[in-house]
């Protein structure tokens, strides 16, 4: 996984989805090693049917319809209690027009809590906006932005609109804190934020109790015990870092596996610890590591003298855990010294068409990510309604990985604001997430269980450029579920 300076550090580990199986649509499906989930696979919940899409269900996850469950009418009547009850993950319909049909009207709304009026729900959000590494983490409050846009233009929830506020931190571990600090005492929830550096607010979130949805950068965050997310987290156990190994399966699977292994990352630690996890796993597998430089500078010139190294010492693989400008400086250095190795990858920091457009086309050719969500080019209906969103209310603005993972958390939270009702308390929407048995945002992202915060994985998607974009490169189909849990360092 990504962040600016290269991966939301890799030390991932949990105990929920097992490798080698899936949980498909009606029953249970196991699926060999190496397998692929069907797209859309989401385990079954409680009372509810996890059949084919309606056709009710697909016009309102195209945000037309009527919201699937009857809990809305032609009149748009408020959603009952018993029809609040009955919504689930897979019957969601994740498009803004539905999910703001499910709850209308603001009679009998009161401000039930911190954050919360009558007419409005304030959401906080602490990002990196500025700082020594740019045009990153903007991604996240952009995404979650469009999203409430669509629900507030299309009345909002339970007639309450949605205040996103965004504060930025710098990229500085204080600053985070400080703003955290100030936003928790008046937002009902954060959701989105992402930053390199919050790790400073994780104290302030775990001492006030405010319920945080989106993607973990640093250990600490993913720690607290307010942290919900759809999509995986960083987990240490015992003081060992552990993470899947389900990239360095898949490469072997495609008969792509590196013999000769090396790795890149700046010298911010983040990146360097991230680093050195994927090396660990790489050799752990087979590989022999022939070159590392973890001490890169944001603002070195070129890195033409590192791939002059893994030239001369026979490298036939390079990983990096840095940014969209580093990964760019890498591309360009090999293409001018002939460098072309089986494999050269990026976390999924690199999944964004500015990596393509900063590094040239005829450069990034064959660059590649792993992903825990459909590629943007598989046609996915909600992924769809994502890219839609953004160019709707953020326009200019590109789809990314971390834009999607926080579009789909903030979808995460609309659902968890529904089943909390007119009324919503933070214990009430805590309740709503710990109840979530799947999450796989319409088949968009990888079956997850939020109460088991555990690491991403072992269900993922490879990626590679071909032409001016990424497109799937194996499994064929839905998600490639055959990883393992590995040590990955100290």
């Not at 990229?171 to 919050?198: E, I, M, P």
């Not at 026979?314 to 580093?326: A, K």
């Not at 494999?343 to 457009?357: E, L, R, V």
């Not at 990985?401 to 979808?411: C, H, K, R, T, V």
Request: proline fraction near 7%; charged fraction near 15%.
């Amino acid at each position: 996984m990504a962040t600016a300076c290269g991966a939301r550090v890799g030390p991932y580990v949990g105990t929920g989805i097992r490798p080698g199986t899936a949980t498909v649509a009606g029953p249970t499906a196991a699926i060999a090693p190496g397998g692929a989930v069907p797209t859309g696979a989401q385990a079954p919940q409680a009372g509810s049917s996890t059949g084919p899409m309606s056709a009710a269900k697909a016009d309102a996850a195209s945000g037309g319809g009527a919201a699937p469950g009857g809990s809305t009418g032609p009149s748009g009547a408020a959603l009952s209690p018993q029809a609040a009850a009955e919504l689930t993950p897979a019957t969601f319909p994740y498009a803004a027009g539905a999910e703001a049909a499910l709850c209308t009207g603001t009679a009998g709304n009161g401000s039930s809590d911190v954050g919360v009026t009558p007419t409005t729900v304030t959401i906080g959000n602490v990002s990196g906006l500025t700082g020594i590494l740019s045009n990153n983490f903007e991604q996240g409050p952009e995404a979650v932005q469009a999203l409430f846009s669509a629900i507030n233009a299309a009345g909002g929830i339970c007639g309450r609109r949605l205040q996103l506020e965004v504060e930025d931190d710098g990229q500085d571990s204080g600053k985070n804190a400080a703003d955290t600090s100030d936003l928790a005492s008046r937002v009902f929830a954060f959701v989105g934020s992402t930053s390199d550096a919050d790790n400073g607010g994780a104290p302030v979130l775990a001492s006030t109790h405010v319920p945080d949805v989106g993607t973990a950068i640093n250990v600490a965050r993913g720690q607290t015990g307010v942290f919900w997310t759809t999509t995986g987290g960083a987990t240490v156990r015992n003081g060992q870092h552990y993470i899947y190994d389900t990239l360095v399966r898949g490469l072997k699977a495609a008969g792509n596996f590196p013999q000769r292994f090396a790795v890149l990352s700046y010298s911010i630690p983040i990146s360097a610890d991230a680093a050195q996890q994927f090396l660990t796993v790489f050799t752990h597998e087979g590989a022999t590591s022939c070159f590392t430089d973890e001490s890169v500078s944001p603002a070195t010139a070129s890195l033409d003298q590192d791939v002059l190294q893994m030239k001369s010492k026979g490298c036939d693989g390079v990983y990096t855990t840095m940014d969209v400008t580093g990964n760019a400086k890498l591309l360009q250095a090999m293409q001018r010294q002939q460098f072309h190795p089986r494999f050269a990858g990026t976390t999924f920091d690199g999944y964004t068409p500015a990596q393509i457009s900063v590094a040239g086309q005829s450069a990034a050719q064959g660059f590649e990510v792993n992903l825990p969500f459909l590629p943007f080019t598989d046609g996915n209906a909600v992924v769809s309604t994502y890219e839609s969103d953004l160019r709707t209310y953020e326009p200019g603005k590109e789809p990314s990985s971390f834009g999607l993972e926080a579009w789909a958390d903030a979808q995460m939270f609309i659902y968890g604001l529904i089943k909390a009702g007119h009324n919503p308390t933070r214990p009430a929407l805590v309740q709503a997430f710990g109840s979530i048995d799947s999450w796989n945002t319409g088949g968009a992202t990888a079956p997850y269980v939020p109460r088991l915060r555990e690491p991403p994985g072992p269900c993922s998607v490879e990626a590679v450029v071909q032409g001016a974009q990424y497109v799937r490169k194996w499994p064929a189909s839905g998600y490639f579920c055959d990883g393992q849990l590995v040590p990955a360092g100290p």
